[in-house]
């Protein structure tokens, strides 16, 4: 017992590992067999470390090895950049500012505020407002996690009933780029702040931007925010849901999507605790969701399970 309790004090080492290898580009340049001479010639690394890293990868089943050669495996080709499946961006997210959060959560817990925010000084998304490549990053990993999560949504939500949507804080476009596949004539709107709608490549949606604590412009008949809410308290939250409300015409249908931790089997608090670090926000239940949209004037419909984590709560204004 004493001796796994001894390797659980280091077992982020191995993330870490993994994620460096991720920021050194080392998976995208290991398609072929190569030795750690011919990767660290061709990458400019130092050749003796880099040799550490890869026997790290490989005892931790993330490269393949034969001899002295080493190779991508079945496991990290989903961390190769130009695999359309991949998760690179989405493992890299965890790293650096999020971990430097999560260093300093005791602060959280003393204080009840973000030590994301006493580290850098401004919100989070204020922050990759004013960094473009790690906002790019954040959205490109986003983006990785959405394309697998919202697959079926368009399988278990008729939109064809309405003539237009628009997703709020829909980030790089992957909800829209699913619901529009399925239904080709529905105009679809993404909403979000400028630096992010501006570098977003989804064809044949509509594309705005602003901020949902000002204004959501009047474009559609219905709305969804999926992973939204949960980033902000519920003050915050009620000022989004509300603005919503008007940009919807009447009997205009909200579409929320979360994880709600009472649907949910697995333990929501570790999230619950990322959340609290980055942002101040935690992952509510469903009653929670209903009681904040209720509280911005909208009569809840019904729910619809989404996948093992998310479920989709609908409501009409
Ligand atoms: C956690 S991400 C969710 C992205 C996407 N909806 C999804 O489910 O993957 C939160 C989104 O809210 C957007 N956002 C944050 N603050 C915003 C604001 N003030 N106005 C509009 N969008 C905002 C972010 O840029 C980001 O795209």
Not at 261 to 279: E, F, G, H, P, Y
Request: glycine share 4%; proline share 2%; net charge negative.
């Amino acid at each position: 017992m004493k001796n796994e309790l001894k390797s659980f004090f280091t077992e982020h080492w191995t993330y870490m590992a993994v994620s460096t290898a991720c920021k050194l580009n080392l998976f995208d340049n290991l398609l072929e067999e190569k030795t750690a001479k011919q990767l660290a010639e061709e990458l400019s690394l130092n050749e003796e470390k880099l040799l550490l890293l890869l026997n790290a990868l490989h005892n931790a089943n993330f490269l393949g090895k034969n001899a002295e050669l080493f190779k991508v495996n079945s496991l990290s080709e989903f961390l190769i950049e130009n695999n359309p499946e991949s998760l690179k961006y989405a493992c890299m997210n965890w790293s650096v500012e999020h971990l430097n959060a999560w260093q300093n959560l005791d602060f959280s817990i003393k204080t009840g505020n973000s030590s994301f925010e006493e580290i850098y000084k401004k919100p989070f998304f204020d922050f990759l407002n004013d960094n473009p490549e790690k906002l790019n990053a954040y959205h490109i990993a986003m983006y990785q996690y959405a394309k697998d999560d919202y697959k079926t949504l368009p399988n278990v939500i008729d939109f064809s009933k309405h003539k237009s949507i628009m997703d709020v804080g829909g980030g790089y476009g992957a909800v829209l780029e699913s619901i529009k596949k399925k239904n080709p004539n529905l105009d679809c709107v993404l909403f979000d702040l400028e630096k992010v709608v501006e570098n977003v490549t989804v064809s044949n949606i509509k594309k705005i931007s602003g901020s949902f604590f000002d204004k959501i412009p009047n474009q559609s008949e219905a709305i969804i925010l999926s992973r939204v809410i949960h980033d902000w308290d519920n003050k915050k939250a009620n000022i989004i849901l509300k603005n919503c409300f008007e940009a919807l015409p009447k009997e205009g249908t909200l579409y929320v999507i979360e994880n709600c931790a009472d649907k949910i089997n697995i333990d929501l608090s570790l999230l619950s605790l990322n959340m609290t670090a980055i942002c101040e926000s935690y992952e509510r239940t469903t009653i929670e969701y209903i009681s904040l949209a209720e509280n911005a004037n909208f009569g809840f419909q019904g729910e619809v399970k989404l996948n093992d984590l998310q479920t989709i709560l609908i409501f009409k204004k």
